[in-house]
């Protein structure tokens, strides 16, 4: 059952071939016998197997849509009422959210059962799921190596066949890291298309919602039911969401694929640059046509995105004082003191350099030569961008500079970590959909990913491009178990 | 050495929308704690802002009703620090882009105008409070207030007394009710003020050092805080010394300022534009729109009564003071509009001494603007004489009717018939022969004490204007 | 540009975080580096560019004034690390 696509899982459940208590039961047992992948934070079986039971009942009354009855596993970032949201921080370690986010909201009235709450880089930041207060994730591939971040143990979860699909985040890379790493297709939507409310925030300039599956397709079913307007989230754009699967099949022919020459340049990976470039010859057996186009401030997207996010997360994550909910320090000596101790306590490492880094972008004096840059050298960013599609349908590029590193391996240079995200940065500041797919294996066998760049509100081609390459390949149909 | 005052005033204004700046929660004051604090009020993780229409239309109307320019673009920031009653540990404000521009206002003291410019008004969100009681040596957080809309008035430092800012801050409270934008409460804490105030000899162009008080939340406390404020920087500077720019707070007990310096250190507020909340556009038709509606101000309906219903500079200020007041009286005058000045003079005599001994206000009023014109009417009418009308008034305050009523179950009607009044007369004329001899003598001074025997003889009902003509008749024969 | 303890200590203060003082060279060590990448932007002259604080300039979308959120307080204040009489319990706040 671990092999089927979601819309043969759909399919199985309305043919009563199983029950989605079955279904449910079948991927719990799953994530148990797997635990040392660490992909799950908090697994709720009873809930689970509660929420799968109700879904019967709809099935059995013909009452279902595509997801009716199939259990999905959620980032641990999305409130989900009644069950702890931790954020992979200690800070959240005992926090029981009294409501669900928007996206959870929109799965459970699909009638999808919530498998459990997936392993994460503390509130999202980081890039290899080891600043989780919870533990490292493994990557299924290759277990002494990381899954990508921030959105790792989702990625995970798919990967080893613990969960059909699953939601992540995406600031700048947490979904389609993750997905190279672990051979997954991974969608960060444009900004504004799934909404943000109940998604705990780490930069809220540039965080989105996407889903992470095994195909194009797969994601196609899982972003018609996340996506939509939303009126308690005033970024969220009130635009009519099309029906994501209608243009798959649609023909490549005439179609141009952008490759912006600072992507592959000298700097690029020789294994990844041949992979990357043997996918986009496979466009071009289908009549795509390559089109060379310069994004010529890219080079500078990471460090406007490391004043930008770290600026709004300094602020986002004030709220974690110790008052209202979370985390507390046992001993403190008066307000102050309990101030510093919770959040010293309650945070890691990388949580607290962000929020330092932060503070200092924004704290009098520099916030004209930092914050007040990097906003300007987003515009130029986004302004590159806007002329590369005057050229191109859509842009095709690595999504990551390597494959899956070792454990350890970057941990004591934040810098070098930082660059990991270099190709799927810039897409967020500019807030445009941008897409990870499986396209190749390097000769440690480890997974690479294209990344595709879409225009704003422009998913559909993306899964559209994405959805064509994995009818003439099998990348995508690899699993760890299986390869 | 002769030193000016320099005084500029910060009001926060509560504005009377029904939910929140950034949340559906309610606004009602008062509510049991934490019963009206939202997920998004007490920041849970993951909950977002979204803008309250109302809350823009209310600060609009305020521009608009001071001239003032207003930003059809402007920006939430974010100030960051950290407070118990601060619940995202931010407060969404204006800082570079507020709603409302440059703006001014006219105040009035002792007769003298002077125009007091406002730089800008912001919107912005309120704290929680803070609970002092003990418990067990902790402080207790109540986050209903937390969120609710808020306009800054910032004003210039155009000030330049005491009293100068009192009359400030009462025309900018009367203008606020006027609007209906805010209940002006300030027990309540509905309108709040924090006064920048500093001094510099009399012919020095540059400011003195300012000190900011706070908690002066009373018209009262204002004028006392500012007063015994000036005194301490002039004693400070006298004796050779240094004001020091800090936040003091006034203790209305002891009636001193004192240094607030937990509030001094590191407020380093690092704004930045709220990325949840994109720029907000205000279009030509939403200002036009408020601008149709909005009610005429103090200053001009001062002007109109003064005109149109000839009344006094005084009284006309008075009756203008509060919309509500400045309603009732017209309410009145559209009853009998022959009399606006006697209407005039019972709304600031009677009702005004009413209300205040027994601490109502005039929209709670025992006697309606209806029963006073009523009772106005029949004053006119020669129903009933002036003095009575003051016995009829306490009747009404005292809910036993209107005016007809009381008149005609009290049997209060003036006697106006010559063949009721002219019996009286000549019994009083035959029991007084020794004054009605000093009269005819040419003393007629006693003119007056003969009406008041006639008045007293009929407990005050006799017509007294016919009561004269009778007894100059008779008397002058 | 880099940054000394002090600076460390005063940005650690803004943001509420207790810092080791045996951590606080590394600190100083790692945000140091990290501002050298971000410095990488003065490379570009910026003069005359718009700050761009949202990825789309949309508009802000206005509420309608209406009360629809109930009372959930006994829901909420479980959370609470210490909670007493509806209210939240910090340690003394001192004017």
Redesign the interface.
């Known amino acids: 059952m671990h092999n089927k696509s979601l819309r043969e899982l759909a399919q199985g459940l309305g043919n009563n071939d199983f029950s989605s208590v079955e279904l449910t039961q079948y991927f719990l047992d799953r994530i148990e016998a797997n635990k040392d992948i660490n992909a799950f934070i908090t697994v709720d079986r009873d809930t689970s197997l509660q929420q799968a039971a109700e879904a019967d009942k709809l099935l059995a009354a013909g009452n279902s849509g595509v997801l009716t009855g199939i259990p999905l596993a959620h980032k641990d970032i999305f409130c989900t009422d009644g069950l702890r949201t931790s954020c992979g921080s200690q800070m959240l370690d005992n926090f029981i959210a009294p409501y669900n986010a928007t996206v959870i909201q929109k799965f459970r009235q699909a009638g999808s059962v919530t498998l459990g709450k997936t392993n994460m880089d503390e509130f999202a930041m980081g890039s290899s799921n080891e600043t989780s207060f919870y533990g490292s994730v493994l990557n299924p591939w290759d277990k002494d190596r990381v899954p990508g971040g921030s959105s790792g143990g989702s990625a995970a979860a798919v990967a080893a066949q613990l969960a059909p699909a699953a939601t992540g985040t995406d600031t700048g890379g947490s979904i389609r890291q993750p997905a190279s790493f672990c051979g997954l297709t991974g969608l960060k939507p444009s900004y504004g298309r799934v909404s943000r409310y109940g998604m705990i925030a780490f930069a809220s300039s540039l965080d989105q919602a996407g889903p992470m599956t095994r195909s194009a397709e797969d994601a196609a079913i899982m972003l018609q039911t996340m996506s939509g307007f939303d009126e308690r989230d005033s970024t969220s754009m009130d635009v009519p969401v099309p029906d994501y699967s209608a243009d798959l099949e649609k023909d490549l022919q005439g179609l141009k694929i952008g490759m912006p020459i600072e992507f592959f340049n000298t700097d690029l990976d020789s294994e990844i640059a041949s992979i990357t470039i043997g996918a986009l010859r496979e466009y071009e057996k289908m009549g795509a046509e390559l089109v060379e186009i310069s994004l010529p401030n890219s080079h500078l997207s990471v460090p406007c995105y490391y004043v930008l996010a770290p600026a709004e997360a300094s602020s986002n994550l004030s709220r974690f004082d110790g008052v209202r909910y979370g985390y507390r320090t046992a001993e403190f000596e008066d307000l102050l003191d309990m101030y510093k101790k919770t959040r010293a306590e309650g945070f890691g490492e990388e949580v607290k350099r962000r929020i330092m880094i932060g503070t200092y972008a924004l704290s009098a004096g520099y916030y004209d030569a930092y914050y007040l840059k990097a906003q300007k050298i987003r515009r130029l960013i986004s302004d590159d961008f806007t002329r590369a599609f005057d050229q191109c349908d859509v842009i095709a590029g690595p999504t990551a500079p390597g494959t899956a590193f070792r454990f350890g391996e970057k941990t004591d240079d934040p810098v070098a970590m930082y660059l990991n995200d270099i190709y799927t940065i810039s897409v967020n500041l500019a807030g445009l959909p941008g897409m990870s797919l499986p396209a190749g294996m390097d000769s440690q066998n480890l997974p690479v990913g294209l990344q595709l760049i879409g225009q704003y509100f422009d998913e559909s081609k993306l899964l559209n491009v994405a959805h064509r390459y994995q009818q003439v390949t099998d990348w995508h149909l690899r699993s760890p178990e299986n390869s | 050495m002769e030193w000016e005052t320099v005084i500029g005033l910060e009001i926060h204004t509560q504005l009377k ?3 929140k700046i950034f ?4 606004t009602a004051y008062g509510a ?9 009020d ?15 239309r209310m600060a609009v109307k305020f521009g608009l009703a001071i001239g003032a320019r207003i930003n059809q673009i402007s ?2 920031d ?1 100030k ?1 620090y ?3 009653d601060l ?4 407060q969404i404000s204006q800082l570079e882009l507020p709603i409302v521009g440059k703006g001014s206002i006219t105040i009035d003291v002792n007769g003298k105008k002077k125009v007091i410019g406002v730089t800008r008004a912001h919107l912005e969100e309120d704290a929680g409070k ?3 009681e003990d ?1 067990h ?7 209903n207030r937390a969120g609710t809309p808020l306009i800054e008035i910032v004003s210039e430092p155009d000030m330049r007394s005491a009293a100068e800012a009192v009359a400030y801050l009462k025309s900018i409270h009367s203008l606020v009710r006027y609007l209906d934008i805010c209940d002006g409460n300030m027990q309540e804490g509905s309108f709040r003020c924090d006064a920048n105030v500093s001094v510099r000899p009399k012919d020095q162009e540059e400011f003195g050092t300012r000190a900011e008080l706070k908690n002066i939340n009373s018209f009262r406390f204002v004028e006392k805080a500012i007063e015994i404020e000036v005194e301490r920087q002039i004693d400070i500077l006298e004796s050779g010394g240094r004001v020091v720019q800090e936040t003091r ?1 006034y203790d209305s007990e002891k009636n001193q300022t004192r240094s ?1 310096r ?1 509030k001094e250190e ?1 407020n ?1 507020y ?4 709220d ?7 205000l279009e030509d038709s939403f200002i036009e729109e408020i601008r149709a509606e909005l009610p005429e101000l103090p200053g001009a309906r001062c002007e109109r009564f003064i005109t149109e219903y000839g009344l006094s500079d005084y009284d006309a200020q008075a009756l203008t003071a509060s919309r509500d007041l400045a309603d009732y009286y017209e309410q009145a005058v559209a009853i009998l509009p022959t009399q606006p000045k006697l209407i005039s003079n019972w709304v600031n005599g009677e009702l005004a001494a009413g209300l205040n001994r027994d601490n109502t206000s005039i929209t709670e009023s025992p006697v309606t603007a209806a029963m006073l014109g009523q009772l106005v009417t029949r004053i006119d009418d020669n129903t009933i004489s002036g003095k009575i009308a003051k016995e009829v008034f306490e009747a009404i305050w005292n809910g036993e009717g209107n005016a007809d009523e009381i008149i005609e179950k009290r049997g209060l009607k003036q006697i106006s018939d010559d063949s009721a009044i002219e019996p009286v007369i000549d019994e009083i004329l035959a029991n007084n022969t020794n004054q009605v001899e000093q009269y005819k003598a040419g003393n007629t001074k006693l003119l007056g004490f003969f009406v008041g025997q006639v008045m007293k003889a009929t407990q005050g009902k006799a017509n007294p204007k016919q009561v004269n003509q009778l007894l100059s008749k008779k008397l002058d024969k | 540009m880099s940054i000394n303890n002090d600076d460390v200590e005063k940005i650690a203060h803004l943001a509420r975080l207790a810092i080791d003082p045996a951590q606080l060279e590394t600190y100083t060590q790692t945000l140091s580096e990290i501002l050298d990448l971000v410095e990488q932007m003065n490379e570009v002259d910026t003069d005359g560019i718009d700050a761009m604080a949202h990825p789309r300039d949309t508009e802000l979308r206005l509420r309608a004034d209406a009360v629809t959120e109930e009372n959930q307080r006994d829901k909420y204040l479980k959370l609470a690390p210490a909670s007493e009489n509806g209210l939240f319990l910090v340690p003394k706040v001192l004017d």
Do not use: W
């Open positions: 929308t029904r939910s949340s559906g929660a309610a049991e704690a934490n019963t009206q604090a939202c997920a998004v007490l920041a849970l993780p993951g909950v977002l802002p979204v803008m309250n229409r109302d809350a823009a920006i939430f974010r960051n950290f407070y118990p619940p995202k540990g931010y803070s609970l002092h418990f040596g902790m402080t207790g957080i109540d986050l707070l607030m937990s590191a380093d690092r704004y930045f534009p990325p949840d909340l994109p720029q907000m556009v």
